[in-house]
Each structure stands twice: as C-alpha cells, then as structure tokens.
C-alpha cells in the first residue's frame, strides 16, 4: 500500500520556469490538499479538493494551480516559478479527520 | 481562517525528563483535533485524534487531553527519550463545510541524551 506519493522530491527551478508537482494516492479518499511548510511557520493551505473534479481554493493559492480530474491524482502546477515559491510542499488526503502525507517536495526558486 | 496556536515553539529537555506541550484553538465549531509527531526529513504521522471534551488518549508514553469548552489540548509525554525528538502538530477541524485540517506552527522538541 504506497498511500500518499510525490514526486519529485527536490527541485531547483530558475524565475519564470514552471513545473509540476505530482502527487497520487491509492487509498480511494475524497479530500485531498496542497501544503506549504516554510521555515518557522506552520502548514498553509494552497488548493484542495473534495473529490474528482472540484478543487477549491486555501490560504496562500497565488502563483498556483491544480486540477483533479481522476481521484487518485491532484497535481500541483506552478506557472512562473518566483522565489517566494521556494518551500517544502506537502500533498495529502484524509480518511475521516486524519490526514495522510506525502513525503514532501523540497522546491528552490533561484 | 482559524487561528491554531502552539506553544511552547521548541523545547530542549534531557533524558528522562517528562514533559508538555499546548495547542490552543478557538473553541466554536469544533469537530476534531489530531496530534501528530513529525520527524525531521518525513512527513507528518497521526499519533491521536480527539473528538470529545474531556477526552484523553494514550500511546505508550505519549498522552494527550482535550478541552474543547476552553478550547486547548495538552500532549504528555512522560520520560522523554531521544527517540522522541521531533516536530509535534496540532491540527484542528471545523464541523460545517468542507473538512480543512488547520494546523498549528509545531512544538520542536529535541531530547538530549
């Protein structure tokens, strides 16, 4: 049972460049959400989703999109990569009221 | 936006030594509370989820309560061992809506041998 996998697991990005970061999971769960951990500070949302073909956005959803079209997979997609975006990204989704996550994409924007 | 406050930031304790950390949230509209331990270079694990006031669980040498009334939840833990150094969320859910896990900034706990 793989659970919650991202990919990739380091990045470094130039400005402007953009990329995805992959994220699926094989539990079957509904909700799924797009994290970002920077230093001293706690999670903040970014997108989630409540199931295939609805997302919605969180906290900080600037600079950033997502889609869900299937329930396994919500990828995360950055357009014009700012040094702002430089975080760790954690993907996870949710059985009842406990979250499940990926092991984390430590993204540089340089 | 809800406004989940831990404390303290980090605490450095030696061996043996019991301990406790805070989570604060406001206390309308709660459904759940989740504890989970974080270590460095992995992703956060559930340790206990909390859904009533009073409630008090128990894994080992960890432990943790909840006062939704007050709105705070403590974790024990009790003879601390290195093993035991990591980040240490609280993440609370909201009934009404859609289910967002908000999470507090983390208590670092680093256990000196």
């Known amino acids: ?4 996998t991202q990919t990739p697991k380091f990045r470094i990005l130039k400005i402007g460049q953009s990329m995805t970061l992959q994220c699926t999971q094989d539990m079957n769960h509904n909700y799924m959400y797009w994290y970002r ?29 997502v889609s869900r ?27 009842n009221t406990e979250a499940f996550f990926g092991q984390g994409t430590r993204l540089t924007v340089v | 936006i809800l406004n989940v406050e831990q404390s303290p930031q980090s605490l450095h304790v030696q061996e043996g030594d019991s301990t406790n950390f ?34 008090e669980k128990k894994k080992g040498r960890i432990s943790a309560t909840l006062n939704t009334k007050e709105g705070y939840s403590y974790l024990y ?19 009404g809506g859609s289910y967002i896990p908000t999470f507090g900034r983390g208590t670092s706990l680093i256990v000196h041998p």
């Open chain 2, 22 to 55: 805070t989570c604060s949230f406001p206390s309308s509209n709660f459904y759940a509370l989740h504890w989970y331990r974080w270590e460095t270079a992995k992703s956060p694990e559930a340790l206990f989820v909390m859904t009533l006031n009073g409630d």
């Open chain 1, 69 to 95: 079209s299937t329930t396994e997979d919500f990828p995360l997609r950055l357009e014009l990569a700012a040094p702002s975006q430089t975080s760790v990204y954690f993907c996870a989704s949710l059985l």
């Open chain 1, 37 to 65: 951990q920077d230093p001293g500070m706690g999670l903040k949302l970014i997108y989630y989703s409540v199931g295939a073909g609805i997302t919605d956005k969180g906290e900080v959803p600037n600079g950033y999109n």
């Open chain 2, 77 to 95: 833990i009790k003879g601390s061992q290195p093993e035991d150094s990591a980040t240490y969320l609280c993440a609370l859910g909201s009934s």
């Open chain 1, 1 to 4: 049972n793989a659970g919650v």
